[in-house]
Each structure stands twice: as structure tokens, then as C-alpha cells.
């Protein structure tokens, strides 16, 4: 089982920046994909941005050119860089994890921009 322990988030103006965290720990393989997934209220829960083991990045199109997602030296670490926020980046951002034996989630980190 994979845990995963997600920071950062919070309440920020229009075009400023925030950083969001995740590490994961458990039974971790070499080979994985993490992300973040958003959801703001009354939408589905959608893929902002996803890397895998070997740092190939995929972004939405919403936030290509604003968010760049990276991994950490120890690479159980993963993290999104938001800037130029806009209103609607605003919602619960997921940390996920997935590797061939089992798909986790975070437990949802709030960001909220205002306008």
C-alpha cells in the first residue's frame, strides 16, 4: 500500500503562485506515474498535470505554460509549481500514484484563488 502525504495549497491573489507537495511512501516500485488531479465544486475530478518515473511530463491544456510539475532527488517526491494562478484554477487538488499493483490518492489539499 502507498501512502501519500500532500502540503501546500491554501488562498492566494490572481496571478500569484503557490507550491503543492506530495511523498509517497509504502511499497513504492522503481517504475510509477504520480500526479495532480483537481476538483473544483460541481465538476468531475480532472488531470492537471502527471510524470512519470522516467520525467515525462503531461500537462492539461488550461495550465500549459502556468504549472510545471517535477520530481524530487529521491524521486517518491513530486511537486507542482502553480503560477499565473487564475480563479478557476480554484478546487481540491489530488496527489495520485499509480504503479501496476494499485492506483492511490491523497487525501486533498485546498487551493483557492481569488479574483
Known amino acids: 500500500q502507498v501512502h501519500l502525504m500532500e502540503s501546500g495549497g491554501g488562498l492566494v491573489q490572481a496571478g500569484g503562485s503557490l507550491r503543492l507537495s506530495c511523498a509517497a511512501s509504502?511499497?513504492?516500485?522503481?517504475?510509477?506515474?504520480m500526479g495532480w488531479y483537481r476538483q473544483a465544486p460541481g465538476n468531475q475530478r480532472e488531470l492537471v498535470a502527471s510524470i512519470t518515473s522516467s520525467s515525462s511530463t503531461n500537462y492539461a491544456d488550461s495550465v500549459k505554460g502556468r504549472f510545471t510539475i517535477s520530481r524530487g532527488n529521491a524521486k517518491n517526491t513530486v511537486y507542482l509549481q502553480m503560477n499565473s494562478l487564475k480563479h478557476e484554477d480554484t478546487g481540491v487538488y489530488y496527489c495520485?500514484?499509480?504503479?501496476?499493483?494499485?492506483?492511490?490518492w491523497g487525501q486533498g489539499i485546498q487551493v483557492t484563488v481569488s479574483s
Open positions: 495520485n500514484f499509480l504503479q501496476s499493483t494499485s492506483i492511490s
Open positions: 509504502g511499497s513504492i516500485s522503481s517504475i510509477n506515474v
